[in-house]
Every structure is written in C-alpha cells, then in structure tokens.
C-alpha cells in the first residue's frame, strides 16, 4: 500500500515561521524591558539615596517638644530652596540609632540619652532646650497615691532616658529597695498610653500629648517634672561631619524656621494647630482641648545643671 506524503502548504510555513519570529522578538524585548526597568530602579534607588543624604534630617516623635519642628515644616517657615526631612519615629530607642549610624544629623531627644551617646562616641552639640516635662501617672483603680506605693508594682519607662532617672528619684525618696519597683521598658510612647489605660500597667513615665491623654482618665499624677525645676528635653545636632558650608547653612535654616515655629506657637497658641495635631499625632478634638493652655515653646539652650544632672546620674547609673 503506497503511503501518501502530506503536503504542507507554503504560505501556512511561512505564517507560522512569522508567529515565531515574532514571539522571539516580543520575549527578547521583554527581557531588555526587564533588565531596563531594574537598571532604571538602581539608578532611581541611588538617586534617592544620594538626595535622602545631602538633605538635613531630624529625628522625631509623636511628642509635644516636636511640635515646632511639624509646624515649621507644615507652614513652609523653612527655606524651601533646602531640602529638611523629618524622619518619624515612634520611640526614643530609634532616634539614638538614628543618631547613631548617621541616618538623622538632628533630633529631638532628652538630655539623659543626649549625654549617654556623647560618652559612647557619637558627638553631639545642644541647638535648644525644649518645654518638654514629664509626668508619673498611676493606674487610677488601683490608688496608687505616693511613691510608697510603687512597692511590688510595675513602671513603664525607658532604659537610661529621663524616665529612668524620674524612677530612681521616685524609689530613693520613697526609700524602697530598687529591685521592689518592677521596671519594665515600653519604648513605644503610644503603647505605654495605650497599657496604662487598658490596666496592663501600674504606672508610668509620660511627657505630652500622652500624659494629657491619661488625665482626661482621670488617672493619678505622682510627680511632675515641672515642679521639680527640671528641663529635660533638648534639640541636638550630630557634630561629625557637619562642619562643611553646606551642613552650616542647612542647620541656620533649620534654626530660623524653628524659631519662627516657637515664637507662633507662643503667639496663637497649641490649639491653633488643630490639624498639625490631627495629623502627626492623631488627637481628637477632645484630646487637642485638654492640652495645657500655659504651654510655651522656647529655644535657648539647654539649662548647665540639668545637663550636669544627667551627667550626674548616668556616672551614679554606671556604679
């Protein structure tokens, strides 16, 4: 039996020899768009870096003491021909490292870990004191009234920050044996709010807007640093390699439209800014009412004794 041969039309080899050529062209082309598109991604990664860096960033917080840092930026009172960028945090721990590893130039911060990173090795110069002030609050159900009374309970603070130094004043007066007052380190100042109100801690450290916050609870204030003529809070600038024009400029930049945010806040007052305290901390209309009218914002320098005070008690801390 004589088997026939099929016949392949010519024109149906040729649409299929064009579908390949075509398919191969679309995947080659493909691949340049990928290579493309990650060469385009490195270098616009490395461009972002490179501004990130030549741009003066400061290390902030969801507290009150950064108040004339947001304001100076949310009503353009910096020169807009330099490039200032806040980099938010929401505990004191990563401010440090931002300091630290050079990912921030300034910060607001207190004076107990300002003095503790200058004697680890990162040098750091005082630009301003802050209004900030602590309160040590105690749970409200469970009557709390005076430092006695910290006895076999737990403080939420930070490890040598001013909180942890408030705590050793708050023992040592009340003359309990340290190891009684359990200290236990919730660096997040919104998690430690959040703790206190949930009756998941005795009592705590707390500056504003959170110590506000747990007043409205209507939870108990054992101290308060502004009857203890304490001024804790500090804005710091990294000194190395700061000393180029550049830098200089940047930061008079920064210390003029700081200054200008301080004297408006004095002028109109906190409330003024109902949005910029919607916006980066998240208050209610409630909340930004409960504020301290008396609230006024200042930028001289840090105070020599508080500054020795710290000193004082990290050299006590470290025996």
């Known amino acids: 039996?004589?088997?026939?041969?099929?016949?392949?039309?010519?024109?149906?080899?040729?649409?299929?020899?064009?579908?390949?050529?075509?398919a191969l062209v679309m995947l080659a082309a493909c691949g340049q768009s990928y290579e493309e598109t990650k060469r385009l991604s490195r270098e616009q990664r490395l461009k972002l870096w490179r501004e990130d860096s030549a741009a003066l960033k400061i290390a902030v917080m969801p507290t009150l003491d950064c108040l004339p840092v947001f304001v100076a930026k949310e009503r353009h009172m910096f020169d807009t021909a330099v490039d200032i960028r806040l980099k938010r945090y929401t505990a004191q721990m990563d401010i440090d490292t931002a300091l630290i590893r050079g990912r921030a130039e300034g910060a607001i911060t207190d004076l107990v870990r300002a003095e503790k990173m200058i004697k680890e090795g990162t040098p750091l110069r005082y630009a301003a004191a802050t209004n900030a002030y602590w309160l040590m609050l105690s749970q409200r159900q469970l009557r709390i009234t005076n430092f006695k009374h910290l006895d076999d309970k737990m403080l939420a603070m930070t490890r040598y920050s001013v909180t942890d130094m408030l705590?050793?004043?708050?023992?040592?007066?009340?003359?309990?044996?340290?190891?009684?007052v359990f200290r236990i380190q919730i660096n997040d100042v919104n998690i430690r709010l959040k703790m206190l109100e949930n009756n998941e801690m005795d009592a705590m450290l707390l500056t504003e807007p959170q110590a506000s916050q747990a007043l409205l609870k209507k939870h108990h204030v054992l101290l308060d640093t502004r009857k203890e003529d304490m001024q804790m809070g500090a804005l710091v600038f990294r000194t190395k390699n700061m000393d180029d024009k550049t830098r200089q400029h940047q930061?008079?930049?920064?210390?003029k439209g700081y200054k200008q945010a301080c004297d408006s806040i004095n002028h109109f007052g906190v409330t003024h800014y109902k949005e910029i305290l919607k916006k980066y901390y998240g208050l209610t209309p409630q909340a930004i009412s409960a504020l301290p009218d008396s609230l006024k914002f200042t930028y001289q320098?840090?105070?020599?004794?508080?500054i020795?005070?710290?000193?004082?008690?990290?050299?006590?801390?470290?025996?």
């Open 308 to 319: 020795d005070r710290a000193k004082n008690w990290l050299e006590k801390k470290k025996k």
């Open 251 to 255: 930061m008079e930049v920064f210390m």
């Open 1 to 22: 039996m004589k088997i026939k041969k099929k016949i392949v039309p010519l024109h149906s080899i040729m649409k299929k020899l064009v579908l390949a050529f075509i």
């Open 301 to 306: 320098a840090p105070r020599q004794k508080d």
């Open 167 to 180: 705590g050793d004043i708050a023992v040592d007066s009340a003359k309990l044996a340290p190891e009684r």
